[in-house]
């Protein structure tokens, strides 16, 4: 709403006495009452105080204000001050700069301080253009001579609507928050654990991490498994997307390594796998390490770490330590193998815009802009270069994006830049990854997923367009800006480097073949009505254009008939505007040039079709996409998809499910989730339709409708636009608000299927052209002459056209019929359209007369400005009104008691500048003011049917029959006009009009032939045009454009229709400014009507219970087609305090039900709808809509009406909500941190329109409870839950003179979790269990509990700490005794919070919802209880909930606070490590020395017990810090955590003492009883506050009866006993049933912790516990004794007895490979007590005996198994540092050289916690073991784990294997035969070893060690060494030589004997006969063969 200036001039400065201060010499920074002001929320930047000030009303002091002025035409901002918490106070300084419709305003430099105070005003002039709601002002908090971001502070945006709809109202805003322009603080934390199988030998790596830009580095480690355990912290402010594009770079290094050889293995990921992940953390897990150069050679080792992104308001989630044994293959996160290489081809761009301001044209051209395209994906920008200016500029361009798969970012933003990279944008595009790739479904068979790719094809841009008369519509991003042809696609590999390149002419070619085919393409826009418009004299008409086509500020294109015809809003009676079009509605077609992607829009349609019915056109669309072509790369994988998907749809969809009925709607809503994930189409490449609301030549408004939405297809409806043809309601946006409501009915398609658009249209067409005839009043007479620069012939908002004669149709166009004269009366209509009161107004005016005396004056009646206007006398009524009150004087305001005012005529008008009340003799002139209040006669019909008549009256007239009748009158040009002439009109005119027809009708929609200039044929004149029109012509020198036709569809008879609007109720309104309250009103909109609701005054849920009736309200076109899209309902609701228009609170959308047969009609339901503010969600409105069919038949008369009450209709009884009598019992208990200095507050409470208060709280220092706590407060309330409105809380302060201002309010919502049956009746409070609640299962007889009892007493509290981690391996046995929560006590579900009794409700500042980062005022401690009432007043109510309630008064308690330990802290110091010490604070008193901290740590353990006494509540909140020491203060605050010590002591969980597991009072140490009362009391108070009869314990105490179940000793224990001091049986069983309550046990909380420099985000966390006494029940126990243990000190002997099959390192002389071999060995983190054997020499067998003794001392913690190691850093260090690590011994084998460096053979680390199973014999013993049998029959025997911990076994001996590095892989390289025994010092003392086989050599005693004689020099022993030298190694060769050798002998003398022997036969054959004699020797000896005998 604009403003006009004040009428009396102001001075343009502030009062002297605002200058320097602003606050009349106070000091900076406090407020009027001297308190000092509260900082910025949450620790946040903003301007400290923005109020507005008007001088011309400043009374009184304004202290710290910066204020708007409003005076004489001219804007102005006071900036008084800011507030920075993170000043630097260095720097070049810091100013505001703020920007006002683009005019920046810049305020002085000031140093960087915390509070920079300005002072200073900056000024915009308005000129002629005044404030309007829409106007905003941009402040930048900036550093002086810094770039963007790097010096922006912060910024904000100021709306300026309540400045203008409260012009009389100064506008103040303080504390405007500053948003941070990089985005919010994030923290990444990164933990080194340890790495495992490093490559390399004899390796000390150390770990770099590159985080960001930020190098960290680990500390030098020994070993192939190092241990690190060191944490890196790094803090981003980043936007979560440019977060996640940022790298974290694992790389491990060789420190003893040359830098060449020094990497071992990298591995890098970015920030958003962390992000990305569940819980944004990464736990313990593995890295994959490869090479850098060398990717394909496999892993070289790996590191565990843990990553995590801290974020504020989140919490890291606990690092839980995987299992000993666990795999590391299924918890390695290994690099992404895929990656790839983006190119992005951009050829070319079409429908660029011309330049601002528009350039001559140069070399025959349009002055267009030189372009450059920008593209940014993942980090990266790259540009094209600058092109010439032209329309359609050529790059050729292609850029290559390096990818990794999958793809973290998703977008590739696009730009296109006029001129250089760093000037103004005119439009951006985005393209998504995830619509143009897909990584498959998950299907059964898996639906095929494909790389990135797109196109070719074009890509439309669209940003904000240039005005030409700088309107808001300068910063509308919705512009169609032009479009660029594109090309992506996806290469895998690794990208060679390349950023750029030129494409190819061949590719260029190719790609302009395969583009699809243009096509013309027809959009015609039926617009039905317009509501919400605008108001004021300025003419409205719409714009519908599709690219450039259609825009009338473009001259590229043909112009068409793409505007309706102008029209002045008219008043609806009520609120809004609209156009009065009714039955005529206008049209508007546009014809243009795209490709034909029709196959894309017919398949993306189908699918959408699918997703809105599921599968019931799946088979049209499966046969639409087995025939959809594929030119690209793009279509085919989305076609392929596309098809894969329906298949498995239609197949699933034929089966019943499998999983049954019930798991249908979740099935569906799968697949209906996965059709739509493809239903996208990237490559549809025409623009989206642009609807322009123009008022005058503004754009003031635009709205866009994607084409495939209203696209039409000839293959049916399915494959059609779900708005094709089809009325739908669209809201026009302009600068961030609604300007227009718009109805309409859209068609876009190809022309040669237009055809099928008149079957759309429900009326019928007119097309037509128009012009004016305007003439001027000269000398009393009309004429064309002194029209003072208006044309003779004009268009209806005036500008020049051409006469009747000179129009010609368009081309394929012919008149029809001749001009006739046709007013136009939509513009015709006056102001008083749709008033129903008019109150007329004339002046009389007198002047002085010669003698002094007053008398008529030359013009004696005027209007307020001095125009003449008849007398009042002469003022008839119209027809249809009616006199209410007749003339009378006004005698208000400034005036006589007879009305007059006098004035001085000055200058030619003779109109005083100014009138005065009192006369005065040099007054010339006086007036008065006559009033006549006029009512509108009650009709049968509304308004809106006036009107419709009224546009009916249409006179035709031929151009010989033009009379006065035709005319329109006006007094000036630019004004309104009207049909009747009136005194003082100058000016007038008259509409032609002349119909058009098409030549031939034809197949196609004739509209779309409306295009270009008309026909160039030479028409004759016709005879009807006057002789005066054409000297007119003839003289005219530039000769007007030829106006296009006007299209109009003609409805002949409206629908009417009844619209019941029943308006129940809104909830949680947010007030504006400051205010608590509001008065609400709802104003209602529907089509051309509106009303509003009753305003009820001081409520945020407003029960206005109200039915708005719109009655007979007209609707053109198919009933049918309003139920299928039926107009929109707009409820805005206003806060109507201080009158006017009010000030807006919010906005809601709603869809009435339509009901075209209203006996079928059922009663809507409520409904909620959310509204919308100029903040955000601001509320919500109950309320149901439904539109009834008015059929003229009566059966509409037959509906009821709604009631009648109270002069309103309110809500039928079948639709508001049914109410009962309920009971609101309140529990008001006490106010906690009130701040700004209250006094004496009460609180109000409201709920449904009741209210109740409470007595003020008169002793707050002192008691902060309300005296009376318990209220009742009786409601009727809803039965159903969802319409049970909230309910609000207020705290009212009471000061003087009654003055009772809110200082804090805060909303319950979801009452239904107070719902609860009156006590007595139906479950129990809320609270702990009882046990007579349940049945006889819950106690059971638990005697497995009595077995798990069985444990030794404690000897300290640790042992039940690391009992209770859950750590298996040190676990003692017997149940575990203390619970280890990993969050807040509070935050547990099983304690309800720990606000059972009373709830706490934070209260904020009145003003607005509460946002996330605003910081209470304040606390109310208070519970509620909703049960109903009985109905009958005779019935007696329910007993109350609230009724032993505790005693309110202060209560004097000790608290003893336990803090164990702290971990994941940040660091603070340089080292990466802080030194954290505690501080606990209590109301003012504080606990914890800075000389008592743990140094050089993150992880400390405290020990620490703080005792402290404090009255509760006064003192209830306990503060726990954690700080850094530092040797000069101030010390670094590390975190804190704030424990509600009220909670806990009130809480039914008995949460200020954790429940032990056992009574002892007799003995010390962790198992004494250290509550103040005994079980049995303990259990007789709990059955007191939950309203149960006290327990009854038998006369043993071995029985008791609680509640209605009796309960036996042995029920739970056995007999006897099974402890040693089992306590008095009713003790114990007092106990054992407190136990089975529920109660919170013995417990250790962890809390995180929070910094007030970095809000919300995690600084670590704290395990503690809070033990509160109250010191009116006596002392309690002894205090628990938490000192950490002390490190004990073992001794480990390793005992190296021989080595097998080790590498030979040497060759002697005679080449046999041998070894030198020593051993050489230290426990990891002791490396100065590295020891080693003798040598063995010359082992030729890789054996080695040496019988050696290592002896190592070590400190550790037994509990933990880890080692303690102190140590300094550096010499000047004043602190060790003490590292924990695992107890490693480490074991290398070594070859021992004389002239050369030793040569490494082998390692062994040995983990003494996790040591593996040794080998009983050298053959079994391999690199991995993996435990042995405890059976020799491996099938009969149970496995022995293969690891065990040498803590509890204390001894082992066997065989360990030695790895070496060969390549890529480790191997055996030899085997070490060990005995270790870990002894404490205690028993080393008592049983004492020497290392080697020094004394004593005892436990065993070494002998020395026998080795082979051989191994002595060769010349002492040269036999034997040929023996072990060449019979060891040659044996086999030598043997066989030997066998040969014999066999050969043999051989030779076989060969020589024979021959004697033959001879010896052949001599005397019978020789043998002789000496042997006998028959048996002569049958024995063999007869001599027939050859022989021959031979003889």
């Known amino acids: 709403m604009a403003l006009a200036p004040p009428a009396a001039p102001a001075p343009d400065t502030p009062p002297k006495r605002m200058r320097g201060g602003l606050g009349g010499g106070k000091a900076r920074g406090v407020d009027s009452e001297g308190r000092r002001e509260a900082g910025p929320k949450r620790g946040g930047r903003s301007l400290e105080r923005m109020p507005f000030w008007n001088p011309s009303r400043c009374q009184g002091d304004s202290a710290w204000v910066t204020r708007w002025h409003r005076v004489v035409a001219m804007l102005r901002l006071l900036v008084a001050s800011a507030r920075i918490p993170e000043a630097t106070g260095a720097g070049p300084g810091v100013h505001v700069s703020a920007r006002f419709r683009g005019v920046p305003r810049s305020t002085r430099v000031l140093p960087e301080e915390r509070s920079p105070a300005w002072n200073e005003t900056l000024a915009w002039p308005l000129g002629t253009c005044p404030l309007r709601p829409t106007d905003t002002l941009t402040l930048r908090l900036r550093r002086w001579g810094q770039p963007v971001p790097q010096g922006a502070l912060g910024a904000a945006t100021v709306s300026l609507e309540q400045l203008v709809a409260n012009p009389g109202l100064p506008l103040s805003l303080s504390h405007v928050p500053l948003l941070d322009p990089q985005g919010q603080p994030t923290g990444v934390r990164v933990r080194v654990i340890e790495g495992h199988q490093l490559q390399g030998n004899d390796i000390k790596p150390v770990v770099t991490v590159l985080i960001g830009q930020k190098r960290f580095r680990t500390r030098i480690q020994t070993g192939n498994n190092p241990y690190y355990n060191e944490v890196f912290w790094q803090n981003f402010r980043r936007t979560p997307a440019r977060l996640a594009a940022e790298l974290i770079v694992f790389q491990v290094l060789d420190s003893r390594a040359t830098r060449a050889k020094a990497i071992i293995g990298i591995f890098q990921l970015d920030i958003g796998t962390i992000y990305h992940a569940p819980g944004r953390s990464l736990s313990w897990k593995w890295l994959s390490l490869q090479h850098p150069q060398h990717p394909e050679s496999g892993s070289r080792g790996y590191l565990r770490v843990s990553l995590a992104v801290l974020r504020a308001g989140e919490t890291a989630p606990e690092e839980k330590a995987p299992a000993g044994d666990e795999d590391v293959e299924a918890n390695l996160l290994r690099p992404s193998p895929c990656v790839a290489t983006l190119q992005l081809r951009v050829y070319r761009a079409e429908d660029l815009p011309q330049a601002d301001p528009p350039r001559l044209p140069v070399g025959g051209k349009r002055g267009f802009v030189a372009a450059a395209v920008r593209v940014q994906f993942a980090g990266r920008t790259l540009c094209t270069r600058v092109m010439p200016p032209d329309a359609n500029p050529v ?291 025409v623009p989206d339709v642009l609807l322009w609301l123009l008022q005058g030549d503004r754009r003031v408004a635009c709205a866009r409708v994607p084409a495939p939405d209203i696209m039409f297809s000839p293959s049916g409806p399915s494959a059609c636009g779900r708005f094709c043809g089809r009325i739908q309601t669209l809201f026009l946006v302009g600068s961030s608000d609604i300007r227009a409501q718009l109805r309409l009915r859209l068609w876009l398609g190809r022309v040669a299927n237009s055809g099928d658009l008149t079957r759309h249209l429900e009326g019928t067409l007119h097309v037509y052209a128009e012009t004016y005839e305007n003439q001027t009043k000269l000398l009393g007479k009309w004429g064309p002459r002194g029209l003072l620069g208006c044309p003779c012939f004009s268009d209806s908002a005036g500008k020049a056209g051409l006469p009747r004669h000179r129009i010609r149709p368009p081309r394929g166009w012919r008149w029809d019929g001749p001009w006739t004269v046709e007013p136009q009366r939509r513009l015709l209509l006056d102001a008083e359209t749709n008033v129903g009161e008019v109150l007329e107004e004339v002046y009389e005016n007198e002047s002085r007369q010669r003698g002094g005396e007053w008398g008529p004056a030359a013009v004696t009646s005027t209007d307020v400005s001095g125009a003449a206007v008849p007398p009042k006398e002469e ?711 939950r309203g149960l009869p006290a327990p009854e314990f038998s006369a043993e105490g071995t029985a008791v009866t609680f509640g209605d179940q009796t309960v036996l000793l042995s029920q739970f224990e056995g007999d006897p006993p099974v402890h040693q001091h089992p306590g008095p049986p009713r003790e114990r069983l007092a106990l054992h049933v407190l136990h089975r309550c529920h109660l919170v046990p013995e417990h250790l909380e962890t809390r995180t912790l929070y910094n007030s420099t970095q809000p919300g985000m995690e600084q670590g966390k704290v395990q503690m516990w809070v033990d509160v006494f109250p010191t009116t029940l006596g002392s309690p126990g002894p205090p628990v004794n938490i000192t950490p243990p002390k490190p004990q000190r073992y001794e480990l002997r390793c005992v190296v007895w021989n080595t097998q099959d080790v590498d030979m390192g040497d060759v002697n002389l005679i080449g046999q490979q041998m070894s030198d071999i020593y051993v050489m060995g230290w426990l990891d983190g002791l490396e100065e007590q590295r020891q080693r054997t003798d040598i063995h020499y010359r082992s030729l067998l890789g054996e080695g005996a040496f019988n050696w003794r290592f002896v190592f001392s070590f400190q550790c913690l037994a509990a933990e198994e880890l080692c303690i190691l102190p140590r300094k850093e550096h010499f000047w260090s004043l602190d060790p540092t003490v590292r924990k690590v695992p107890p490693k011994l480490i074991l290398q084998v070594w070859d021992n050289d004389k002239f050369s460096a030793d040569d490494f053979l082998g390692i062994l680390e040995l983990e003494l916690s996790r040591l593996p199973q040794p080998a009983q014999q050298p053959q079994s013993c391999t690199p991995n073991p993996q435990g042995t049998s405890q059976s020799p029959w491996p099938w009969r025997g149970t496995r022995v784990p293969s690891h065990f911990s040498l803590f509890r076994h204390k001894r082992a001996r066997g065989w360990w294997p030695c790895t070496v590095q060969d390549g890529n892989k480790r191997r055996l390289s030899g085997k070490l035969e060990l005995s270790l025994e870990l002894l404490t010092a205690k028993e080393a003392e008592e049983r004492p070893a020497g290392r080697g086989r020094d004394e004593p050599n005892m436990y065993p005693k070494l002998q020395p060690p026998v080795r082979p004689e051989w191994s002595f020099l060769w010349l002492q022993a040269p036999l034997r060494t040929l023996r072990y030298g060449l019979w060891r190694q040659h044996r086999g060769r030598i043997s066989l030589a030997l066998a040969l050798l014999l066999l050969l002998a043999l051989l030779l003398t076989f060969i020589y004997s024979t021959p004697g022997y033959l001879a010896m036969k052949l001599v005397n054959p019978l020789e043998s006969w002789r000496f042997g004699g006998g028959s048996r020797h002569a049958a024995a000896r063999p007869s001599a063969s027939p050859l022989i005998k021959s031979h003889l």
């Open 395 to 685: 790059w050729n361009e292609v850029f290559f994006f390096p990818l990794r798969l999958p793809p973290i970012c998703d977008e590739i933003q696009l730009a296109i830049l006029s001129g250089s990279r760093s000037s103004k944008v005119l439009g951006t595009a985005t393209l998504h990854l995830s619509q143009i790739s897909s990584a498959g479904a998950e299907l059964e068979e898996g639906t095929p997923g494909f790389l990135p790719c797109f196109g070719p094809s074009f890509l439309p841009f669209y940003g904000p367009r240039s005005d030409p008369a700088r309107t808001s519509s300068t910063d509308i991003g919705v512009a169609y800006r032009g479009r660029v042809l594109l090309e992506l696609s996806t290469h895998m590999g690794t990208p060679d480097g390349r950023q750029r390149g030129a494409i190819a002419p061949e590719d260029v070619s190719r790609v302009q073949r395969h583009l699809p085919q243009c096509r013309r393409f027809g959009l015609c826009g039926v617009f039905y009505s317009a509501t919400m418009v605008p108001p004021g004299p300025e003419l409205l008409r719409f714009e519908l254009s599709l690219g450039h086509y259609g825009d009338t500020s473009d001259a590229t294109c043909k112009p068409t008939a793409s505007v309706t015809p102008h029209c002045c809003p008219l008043f609806d009676g009520n609120r809004y505007h609209y156009l009065p079009w009714y039955g005529d509605k206008p049209v508007a077609a546009v014809t243009s040039s795209w490709e034909d992607a029709g196959d894309r829009w017919d398949t993306l349609n189908l699918l959408r079709s699918v997703c809105r019915r599921l599968v019931s056109t799946h088979g049209q669309a499966l046969a639409r996409l087995e025939e959809q072509p594929t030119p690209t790369v793009l279509d085919a994988h989305l076609r392929t998809a596309r098809l894969h998907l329906l298949r498995h749809l239609v197949a699933t969809a034929a089966e019943p499910p499998r999983a049954g009925w019930d798991t249908l709607l979740d099935t569906a809503q799968g697949w209906l989730r996965r059709v739509t994930a493809l239903a996208v189409e990237p490559q549809a490449g």
């Open 875 to 1585: 003022v008839a009524c119209p027809q249809g009104w009616h006199i209410a009150h007749d003339w009378h004087v006004d005698v208000t305001g400034a005036v006589d008691e007879a009305g007059w005012e006098y004035g001085t005529s000055v200058g030619a008008s003779g109109v005083p500048p100014a009138w005065h009340a009192t006369e005065k003799t040099y007054h010339t002139l006086r007036r008065r003011r006559w009033l006549r209040t006029r009512r509108r006669d009650p009709g049968m019909q509304g308004p809106e049917q006036d009107v419709e008549t009224f546009l009916r009256l249409v006179g035709t007239h031929s151009p010989e029959a033009a009379g006065t009748e035709a005319w329109e009158y006006g007094s000036l040009w630019g004004s309104r006009f009207h049909l009747q002439p009136r005194l003082g009109d100058v000016c007038r005119r008259r509409c032609w009009h002349r119909g058009m027809v098409p030549n031939q009708p034809g197949a196609r929609a004739a509209l779309f032939l409306l295009e270009g200039t008309p026909s160039k044929e030479d028409v004759a004149e016709d005879d009807e045009t006057p002789a005066a029109e054409r000297p007119a012509r003839s003289s005219s020198r530039t000769s007007p454009k030829q106006p296009m036709p006007l299209i109009l569809c003609n409805f002949q008879r409206p629908n009417f229709f009844q619209l019941r609007c029943y308006i129940f109720q809104a909830l949680e309104l947010a007030p504006r400014a400051t205010k608590a309250t509001a008065d609400p009103v709802a104003h209602v909109s529907f089509v051309h009507v509106s009303q509003s609701t009753r305003v009820l005054p001081g409520t945020l849920d407003p029960l206005w219970d109200q039915t708005l009736l719109f009655q007979r309200v007209l609707l053109y076109g198919d009933p049918q087609g309003v139920q299928d899209e039926p107009p929109m309902v707009v409820v805005e609701v206003f806060d109507q305090d201080g009158g006017g228009a009010g000030a807006f609170l919010g906005r809601s959308v709603c869809t009435p039900q339509v009901w075209l047969d209203v006996g079928q009609r059922k009663p809507p339901r409520l409904q909620r709808y959310p509204l919308g503010g100029p903040g955000g969600p601001a509320g919500e409105l109950l309320a149901a809509f439904e539109l009834l069919h008015d059929t003229q038949d009566g059966a509409l008369a037959q509906v009821t009406p709604p009631p009648w009450r109270e002069g309103v209709f309110s809500v039928p009884q079948g639709i508001r909500p049914l109410l009962r009598l309920v009971a609101l019992e309140v529990l008001a208990w006490g106010l906690r941190g009130l701040q700004g200095g209250v006094r004496a507050p009460s609180l109000e409470l409201q709920c449904r329109g009741q209210t109740l208060r409470t007595p003020p709280i008169l002793t707050l220092p002192t008691n902060p409870n309300f005296p009376i706590n318990a209220f009742l407060l009786p409601l009727n309330l809803p039965a159903e839950e969802e319409y049970v409105p909230p309910i609000w809380l207020r705290v009212l302060d009471t000061r003087e003179f009654g003055y009772r201002p809110v200082v804090g309010q805060a909303c319950v919502r979801g009452l239904g979790r107070y719902y609860w049956p009156p006590p007595g009746q139906g479950k129990p409070p809320p609270g702990p269990a009882t046990p007579s609640s349940g049945s006889a299962a819950l106690w059971g007889r638990i005697r497995q509990a009595a077995e798990e009892e069985e444990e030794e007493d404690e000897d300290d509290w640790w042992s039940k700490f690391y009992a209770a981690m859950g750590d298996k391996a040190k676990r003692r046995t017997g149940r575990d005794r203390l619970k280890i929560y990993s969050c807040e006590l509070e935050a547990l579900p099983e304690f309800e919070g720990l606000q059972d009794f009373c709830q706490t409700f934070p209260l904020y500042a009145p003003g607005g919802h509460p946002t996330v980062g605003d910081d209470p005022v304040g606390e109310f401690k208070g519970l509620f209880r909703i049960y109903p009432l009985p109905e009958d007043p005779a019935v007696s109510p329910p007993p109350r909930h609230f009724q032993q309630l505790p005693p309110s008064q202060p209560q004097k308690c000790l608290v003893r606070v336990y803090v164990v330990r702290a971990f994941d802290l940040p660091p603070k110091d340089r080292n990466r490590l802080c030194d954290p010490y505690v501080r606990v604070s209590l109301g003012k008193k504080q606990l914890g020395q800075r000389d008592q901290y743990v140094p050089n740590t993150l992880e400390p353990v405290f020990g620490r017990l703080f005792e402290v006494t404090g009255t509760i509540p006064l003192e209830k909140d306990l503060r726990v810090t954690l700080l850094d020491y530092d040797v000069v203060p101030p010390d670094q605050e590390i975190g804190t955590t704030t424990i509600d010590l009220e909670n806990r002591l009130l809480s039914h969980y008995r949460a200020n003492c954790g429940l032990a597991a056992r009574y002892r009072t007799w003995v010390t140490g962790p198992g004494c009883w250290r509550d103040q009362l005994p079980p049995s009391r303990i259990l007789e108070h709990f059955a007191h506050t």
